[in-house]
């Protein structure tokens, strides 16, 4: 069986350079900034460099119109994120968190257990798999924070976490930055 080809291209934006990747179909799977925790770990080989496949133009235009301040639909894009069945799901429920707001890993959580059929999930389950999310930005989970509104854990970095949610218009009046973060 022949190994799956991945590719990769450099966007630069407004935090810094990112790095776009795909499959040899062409979907999305991975969005990392430089830096970042867990940068490509869910890529298994080799990524080709390649700045000219159809699919990067329309992830950077996406990329270009989020960083002006529209609101660019996820649907838009093919995406193709690596990870188990949780993971997976934890990352569709990151889509569905309207641009502008945020949500908490308990609320995450609940969701979960409900589906799940039970009582109760670990908040720290959902992050882990929340910062384990490969295509960061355009699957915001950017958009999480803690209960208590700590801005806590993410793989990008506090700072980064700030910038994106500053962008999208999120009243900061009650979050803020823990002493300690496992985020970088």
């Not at 934890?90 to 609320?107: A, H, S």
Request: hydrophobic share 35%; proline share 5%.
């Amino acid at each position: 069986m022949k190994d799956k080809s991945y590719f990769k291209t450099i966007y630069n934006s407004p935090i810094g350079s990112i790095t776009l990747a795909c499959d040899e179909k062409e979907n999305i799977v991975g969005l990392w900034m430089e830096g970042q925790k867990y940068f490509g770990d869910t890529i298994d080989s080799e990524m080709i460099e390649n700045h000219n496949l159809e699919i990067f133009k329309k992830a950077k235009n996406w990329l270009d119109r989020y960083f002006r301040g529209e609101k660019p639909e996820i649907s838009e894009l093919p995406l193709a994120p690596i990870g188990n069945s949780f993971r997976q799901r934890v990352w569709q429920i990151l889509c569905e968190i309207p641009y502008g707001e945020v949500t908490t890993y308990g609320d995450i959580a609940k969701i979960i257990a409900k589906e799940k059929g039970k009582v109760k999930m670990s908040a720290q389950a959902i992050g882990g798999a929340v910062g384990h999310n490969p295509i960061s930005i355009i699957i915001p989970c950017h958009r999480v924070v803690s209960s208590n509104g700590s801005l806590t854990g993410y793989s990008g970095g506090i700072k980064t976490k700030i910038k994106l949610i500053k962008h999208e218009g999120v009243n900061m009046d009650k979050l803020f930055i823990p002493k300690h973060s496992t985020a970088p």
